[in-house]
């Protein structure tokens, strides 16, 4: 019954097989920098708690958070964010049952991809 | 092994009967989120290179302060389920357990931290 080729079934094709697709990619992004984050929010967190804490720690923090390598941080997280902003309303978008088509689906990566460097260059120019 | 039936192998691995609550709470913290952080950015953003007094001054108005605290709540809740998700599907065993806790606490520590940092600069 269950016993059955236990632990020995054939397995479908995974990942190692497929050739790189824009929905592959754009979808593994979505993960990847949602979760990169984690290093910009904790640094902000660091940040407003130098804030609280006084104007010396404060200026560490800005010096740090400011110098090339925590600008670099903070625009590759900026991108980050807007892909993850775009990737996600796609998801709300698929959500509704909708998009699901070879074509649609491809649209909609490059509008992902294309809206994330907008957003971010859009913001730089504004902040 | 051998002699364990059916259905004994199969009790206890049906669903948990509450399998689309982690979904429903990415979606709702998701539509959050898409409001939130826009604004978060454009209000946010700025004071990261400006001086302690005008960065003091800041989050003492109402609207940067309850939006920076919004985002900081949603913002590690929507992070921490995220991330249970990938350990999940990456990690096995004993480790993706260890994993989620670490990564759960680690979210409930900066949400804390943040929101006392806030409150201590707006109060």
């Known amino acids: 019954m269950a016993d059955v080729n236990r632990g020995k079934r054939p397995l479908s094709p995974h990942l190692t097989i497929y050739r790189p697709q824009l929905t592959s990619m754009t979808s593994i992004f979505t993960r990847i920098t949602g979760n990169a984050m984690l290093l910009a929010a904790l640094m902000i967190v660091w940040w407003l708690l130098a804030a609280a804490t006084g104007p010396g720690y404060y200026d560490l923090a800005r010096t740090v958070i400011t110098s090339w390598f925590g600008s670099l941080i903070m625009i590759l997280s900026l991108w980050a964010l807007w892909y993850h902003f775009c990737a996600g309303l796609r998801h709300l978008y698929w959500d509704t049952g909708r998009g699901f088509e070879i074509k649609q689906a491809e649209r909609l990566g490059i509008m992902v991809i294309a809206g994330s460097f907008i957003l971010t260059v859009l913001t730089l120019i504004l902040i | ?123």
């Not at chain 2, 806790?101 to 804390?112: D, E, K």
């Open chain 2, 1 to 123: 092994m051998a002699f364990m039936t059916d259905r004994k192998r199969a009790n206890g691995m049906g669903s948990a009967k509450e399998g689309t609550h982690h979904f429903w709470s990415m979606t709702v913290s998701s539509i959050a989120l898409a409001i939130l952080m826009p604004l978060f950015i454009f209000n946010f953003g700025p004071m990261l290179d400006e001086s302690y007094a005008d960065v003091q001054a800041h989050f003492a108005h109402p609207y940067p302060a309850i939006l920076t605290g919004l985002t900081l709540i949603v913002a590690f809740m929507h992070f921490k389920m995220g991330a249970q998700t990938m350990i999940e599907d990456y990690v096995k065993g004993g480790a993706r357990k260890i994993t989620i806790i670490a990564v759960s606490l680690l979210s409930y520590a900066a949400m804390a931290t943040g929101l006392f940092a806030l409150a201590s600069i707006a109060l």
